[in-house]
């Protein structure tokens, strides 16, 4: 059974950075890609950075882009989000996410880690 946990959260001031973690086990992911969402408060859950667990293809939300870095350590079965120059807009319940690369339906997901920055 696919378990992803996620780690890494907290309260941190503007322009300050977090690296969020997500422990995957269950399987092999080799044809699997891992996204990290965000879902503030009022809001929908939003798509922000996802990566191709072999390929390391990746992909970034705008909003995010130049500030937040995706990557894996495939022997440890981890995947990163490296957080920089955050803003009170990103202040959020993050999540790790998983999905075969067969589909768009992202089917495993984490329990959510609250990331809060203040201004």
């Known amino acids: 059974q696919v378990q992803l946990v996620e780690s890494g959260g907290g309260l941190v001031q503007a322009g300050g950075s977090l690296r969020l973690s997500c422990a995957a086990s269950?399987?092999?992911?080799?044809?699997?890609?891992i996204g990290w969402f965000r879902q503030a408060p009022g809001k929908e859950r939003e798509l922000v950075a996802a990566i191709n667990w072999n390929s390391g293809d990746t992909y970034y939300a705008d909003s995010v882009k130049g500030r937040f870095t995706i990557s894996r350590d495939n022997a440890n079965n981890l995947v990163y989000l490296q957080m920089n120059m955050l803003k009170p807009e990103d202040t959020a319940v993050y999540y790790c996410?998983?999905?075969?690369?067969?589909?768009?339906?992202?089917?495993?997901w984490g329990q959510g880690t609250q990331v809060t920055v203040s201004s």
């Open positions: 269950g399987r092999s992911f080799s044809f699997y890609r």
């Open positions: 996410a998983a999905r075969t690369l067969a589909t768009n339906t992202y089917n495993y």
